[in-house]
């Protein structure tokens, strides 16, 4: 498994690691080219395994999130915020994140993040 974030000056390379089944790029900021395609900040790429990828900078510069690593096994379910192997989980996360018990609950919020509370959508 690996994660990197990646600041890259304008027209800077930097291959994607080729050991890992599931690879992918998350471009944060800027712009970046693989190959003759560009991409925009708020896209993900997703590349296939054993491909040789090299990810370039745009014209300002981009911010990177890289990530991969083996392939899950067994179905992945998502909603909203959540990832999980069944949708039992994914009920169970809704109501302890509805409930908003930070201090006890399923999910813990770093100290002084509790003022604000993103309410789960309704479906």
Do not use: C
Not at 33 to 46: K, P, S, Y
């Amino acid at each position: 498994m690996f994660y990197a974030d990646i600041n890259l000056a304008p027209g800077a390379g930097v291959p994607l690691p080729d050991n890992h089944e599931d690879r992918g790029v998350y471009v944060l900021g800027g712009s970046v080219r693989v190959g003759d395609q560009r991409f925009e900040a708020g896209r993900m790429l997703i590349f296939r395994p054993g491909d040789a990828v090299s990810v370039h900078a745009g014209d300002a510069g981009a911010r990177l999130m890289m990530l991969g690593g083996a392939t899950l096994e067994g179905p992945r379910y998502i909603w909203w915020n959540f990832v999980a192997s069944s949708r039992e989980r994914i009920d169970a996360a809704k109501e302890a994140w509805r409930a908003g018990d930070w201090a006890h609950g399923r999910f813990r919020l770093p100290p002084g993040d509790d003022r604000e509370f993103i309410p789960a959508p309704e479906r």
